[in-house]
């Protein structure tokens, strides 16, 4: 679906098309965009909900509160909605790597790496998928799977940063700091800014 800029006319006509036409789940998600880029996040969740409720296949709705819930840290909404979306959709790959980095994040590794791996089956160019998927293996003690998947990261997005960083992250769990630095560098040269606590244990190895 077609994603506006957001503006104060813009609302105010898609707040017009709400009024006379209640079931229009377009308006009502264009609407929701628009606010969630204003950062009028509390009404872009009931846009997005007013969308959700007029069709039945509104998975994008159910995606952006995902984003809304991610933002204020609600990590177990942002697994529900995103379920919803993939129930609805089940060749979205965004809902799952949306999943698997939800999943991540809460500690729950195995369905991290089950979610991401589905993602990057139905999208492979999907990077943030793959460099998530480093840091679960790393999460799951597999330091030698993370580097496999870090690898095929930068190989995939070359000028990707945190996808470098990743990468040095999980050489440095492998004992190979000359490698870490070396993606640690590479990371901070496209302007990607490192943990100083990494920065400061990698120091002694430069």
Known sequence: ?????????????QKLLEKEETECANSSYNLGVSLMEQGRLDEAIVAFKDAIASS???????VNLGYIYFKRGNLEEVVEVNQKAIQ?????????ANLGFAYLQMMKTDEAIEALNKAIELNPEIVQAWS????AHLQNDDVEKAIEVGIKTVEL??????????LASAYYN????KKAIEHL????ELGFIPHPEFLKALEPHR
């Open 185 to 188: 560098d590479r990371a901070m």
């Open 56 to 62: 039945g296949r509104m998975f994008e709705g159910y």
């Open 1 to 13: 679906m077609k994603t506006p800029q957001g503006s104060e006319e813009f609302i105010a006509q």
């Open 88 to 96: 609805i959709e089940p060749r979205y790959a965004r809902g799952y």
């Open 174 to 177: 492998n004992g190979d700091y």
């Open 132 to 135: 998530n998927l480093i840091n």
């Open 157 to 166: 997005a070359p000028d990707f940063g945190l996808g470098h960083n990743n």
